[in-house]
């Protein structure tokens, strides 16, 4: 076998994209769009900055234009003339088709103008299936009536038959660190009665969000952790993973899958061999980092056992990012597993098996697509 056998492999592999968002449907302005290229900026970007001039920036002039017809690296405005030529919907057809996945795992958690698991598959041509996030139950179970535990098994039970996995946002609602034993029943309910009384939205409380892991817990099917990077409502010091330890010590054989990582993947790739329900990812850090994603795909590789790491794109908004997480992991992967078989550390053919584990076998056996 020769280096360019991997090359191709990893050209042509089939992914699995283990978490993903909707595309957008409608068309916006431009000002969405770039603001769609930074992720931690919860504000329209400054009047003197672009979302164009970061490293997704260069990387959507660099993978994307081509795919519109363009030349790579053609200019900004070169490119947003461009895309304007196209429907939202179009564009989704374009860029979810070329992204190789064959199946799409979408948090449904914030739907607003994105698609929906069946959109999202009759875009892309490919299967697509609901994982469920436990804020969003506990917001349902809150303005349901009646006792909110009761509300809240009853809700997931009745999501849970079509879902292959559930999510939380724990990074977002005040971090990993400190208490997240299961909750006594006395204490669910007066702190439900408290979040009651102020509305029932956006879950912050300590006891509930408690409550909503350990009933993921026994629900049995893989629990995904946002961790690490991700908008500056994440108190990033808080979302290191390494805070979950107690917490992994009480999840028994219930799949936990650390999410995007960044700056945290040797934390994470620590835990991932240190526990054996542990997995994780690097999607949406791939798509930030850019050119620098080889890199960080080769600390993913570094310490976390290659039968517990999964590919996911993260992509969110613009139909571009669910292709570039797909393009440039395929990129990364190639040239990292490509430079360990030229310097005779790896075989092509454990080369090309870790590929296969990464894309898509992991994740088939993890989620049963």
Request: proline share 4%; glycine share 10%.
């Amino acid at each position: 076998m020769s280096v360019s056998e991997l090359a191709r492999h990893v050209a042509d592999v089939a992914l699995i994209d283990q978490h993903v968002h909707g595309c957008w449907l409608a068309a916006g302005d431009r000002a969405r769009f770039e603001n769609g290229l930074n992720e931690a900026n919860t504000e329209p970007l400054a009047d003197f900055d672009s979302g164009f001039d970061s490293q997704l920036g260069f990387a959507v002039r660099a993978h994307c234009a081509p795919l519109l017809g363009l030349p790579k690296h053609a200019g900004a405005d070169e490119y947003w003339d461009r895309r304007c030529q196209f429907s939202e919907l179009g564009l989704a057809r374009v860029f979810l088709r070329a992204a190789g996945v064959t199946d799409w795992l979408v948090d449904t958690g914030y739907a607003e103008g994105v698609a929906d698991v069946a959109q999202l598959a009759d875009l892309s041509g490919a299967r697509a299936h609901e994982v469920v996030r436990l804020e969003q139950l506990a917001e349902q179970a809150a303005q349901a009536p009646g006792d909110y535990a009761s509300a809240f098994e009853e809700i997931l039970r009745w999501r849970a038959p079509s879902a292959v996995g559930t999510k939380s946002i724990l990074a977002y609602r005040g971090g990993f660190e400190g208490d997240l034993s299961e909750p006594s029943a006395a204490e669910v309910s007066e702190a439900a009665a408290r979040w009651r009384a102020g509305g029932g939205t956006r879950l912050r409380d300590r006891v509930l969000l408690r409550f909503g892991l350990h009933q993921a817990l026994r629900l049995g099917k893989p629990l995904q952790f946002h961790v690490g990077f991700g908008d500056r409502d994440c108190d990033l010091h808080r979302a290191n993973p390494l805070y979950l330890l107690d917490f992994l010590r009480q999840s028994g054989d219930t799949p936990i899958v650390l999410l995007h990582c960044y700056p945290y993947e040797r934390e994470a790739g620590y835990l991932a061999q240190a526990f054996n329900n542990v997995y994780l990812d690097g999607g949406l850090s791939i798509n930030y980092l850019g050119a620098r994603a080889p890199a960080f795909i080769a600390r993913l590789l570094e310490l976390a056992p290659f039968r517990k790491i999964v590919y996911s794109s993260d992509g969110f908004g613009p139909a571009e990012l669910h292709f570039l997480g797909a393009a440039l992991w395929r990129k990364g992967i190639g040239q990292v597993l490509g430079e360990f078989v030229a310097d005779d550390d790896w075989s092509e053919h454990d080369a090309i098996r870790v590929v296969d584990l990464i894309a898509h076998a992991n994740a088939a056996r993890l989620y049963g697509v």
